[in-house]
């Protein structure tokens, strides 16, 4: 199972929710973007015109209850090295280009923001079962690469138009077993 004693496993479970996701978006009517990352931080909308795909690490802390964020010293569950679980806020943004008005004053076509609408459900769609799907499995797994102890949703927001761009970000939180190796071998 993938534990918090790894010290790529906040980023692995990133990289498989992108792929996860990115597949889901492959079947949708745009497709899946060509920009898909990991990234740690803010989301730039760096080529939105093409479309883009990120997952972002967000803040992490430690839970004797996920999702509640600390722990008393002495809660149920708690090993030498901390609470059970590190929970980690992931950020799921798919951005498309919105569209914007012609070489005059025009506002753009209701056509044309109509159909923006629509290829954004279809991509929030595709980014919210894609993870539900693989956070699911991953939650009843035991393969090394992906299994999680727990997830939650923190919502869906529509983003943008902005700078000529739109979509949605959807935010989750993953709980990863606090495995205590490297504590282990520390004398207390």
């Not at 996920?66 to 806020?89: E, H, M, T, Y």
């Not at 393969?143 to 919502?155: H, K, L, T, W």
């Amino acid at each position: 199972m993938v534990t918090a004693a790894d010290p790529l496993a906040i980023y692995q479970v990133a990289e498989n929710l992108r792929e996860c996701v990115h597949s889901r978006l492959a079947t949708t009517p745009a497709g899946a973007p060509d920009r898909s990352c990991v990234i740690s931080g803010a989301i730039a909308w760096d080529d939105c015109e093409c479309g883009q795909f990120v997952v972002s690490i967000g803040q992490s802390y430690f839970s004797s209850n996920f999702p509640a964020q600390g722990s008393l010293a002495n809660a149920p569950g708690n090993r030498r090295c901390g609470p059970p679980i590190l929970v980690v806020q992931y950020t799921l943004s798919i951005l498309r280009c919105a569209p914007i008005g012609g070489d005059g004053p025009d506002p753009p076509t209701c056509a044309a923001l109509d159909e923006a609408a629509r290829i954004a459900e279809y991509d929030a769609w595709a980014v919210r079962f894609g993870a539900h799907c693989c956070l699911s499995a991953w939650s009843k797994s035991n393969d090394p690469d992906v299994s999680i102890s727990d997830f939650e949703y923190r919502g869906q927001a529509r983003v943008g138009p902005e700078g000529a761009c739109q979509g949605s970000e959807l935010v989750v939180l993953v709980g990863l077993v606090n495995a205590c190796p490297p504590c282990d071998d520390m004398e207390m």
